[in-house]
């Protein structure tokens, strides 16, 4: 069983904007450390940024309407803490204690992630759908029921009815909606809003990867300040993810679907 939501979910634009100002941090240095969370709703949108980064505010604040649209922008910018900066002076080395739990996904999920993307396709608002073995349950803002249920003839389509959503219906946070993006790989650490020494980030693409690749589970643990997880040196594991990040497109396109 597995639920998908969609990138104009309002969770999924908080963290799709998290994502857009990671960007902008590496657009200005080469390795910024940061890290962003992201509240949305109802015309305002709360944003509170920990950097080694030079951000100019005002293209964070372009970043967050073009993503979220006509909102209020209320940004706190403020330096990283300066004992988590120092734990990365002499090259990357953990950002946190986490563990992580990589696994491969079953062909529910994967099926489920290529119906939601289809949808999408269709219908670029606020949605979410659940599969499992007996039930595709579609629930699809700004849609017709009828229209959905003549496509999906299989499935449970809003089951309340027409609906609107988005962040004038709804709130978003960062990082709630990680079974979405990692269906049973979550664990404690969420992806998004941060820069690649943070282990949330690079430990848990690794562990995804790793598992797909050898098709069984992978946990793993780390302490702040490792610089060798699962035999390999920390920066390697960075690499990794970095290849993996600007496979997809760069961070904000990242948090639109997660890792599947």
């Not at 039930?135 to 309340?160: D, F, G």
């Not at 609107?164 to 049973?184: C, E, I, P, Q, Y």
């Amino acid at each position: 069983m597995i639920e998908k939501v969609n990138p104009s979910h309002p969770d999924k634009v908080a963290d799709r904007i998290a994502g857009a100002i990671v960007d902008l941090a590496y657009k200005t240095e080469e390795n910024p450390k940061i890290a962003v969370e992201v509240l949305v709703g109802h015309g305002k949108c709360h944003t509170i940024i920990e950097t080694t980064a030079d951000l100019n505010p005002n293209k964070v604040k372009s970043a967050i309407k073009r993503i979220a649209g006509k909102v209020k922008c209320d940004i706190v910018i403020v330096p990283q803490d300066k004992h988590l900066s120092d734990n990365q002076a002499r090259g990357y080395r953990c950002g946190d204690n986490g563990i992580f739990k990589g696994m491969p996904l079953t062909d529910e999920q994967k099926q489920l992630g290529k119906i939601a993307r289809e949808i999408y396709s269709r219908y670029p608002y606020d949605g979410k759908y659940i599969l499992d073995e007996a039930r595709l349950i579609i629930c699809q803002s700004n849609a017709k029921t009828e229209e959905l249920k003549n496509r999906y003839y299989y499935a449970e389509v809003n089951p309340l009815g027409d609906w609107t959503g988005g962040t004038n219906v709804d709130t978003g946070a960062t990082n709630r909606k990680l079974g979405s993006d990692m269906a049973d790989s979550v664990t404690g650490g969420g992806l998004h809003g941060k820069d690649l020494s943070k282990a949330d980030v690079s430990v848990n693409i690794y562990a995804f990867l790793k598992a797909q690749k050898m098709k069984k589970p992978v946990s793993l643990c780390c302490a702040i300040g490792d610089d060798t997880i699962d035999g390999i040196p920390y920066d390697e594991i960075v690499r990794q993810a970095r290849e993996y990040i600007d496979s997809v497109g760069g961070f904000e396109k990242f948090a639109e679907w997660g890792l599947f």
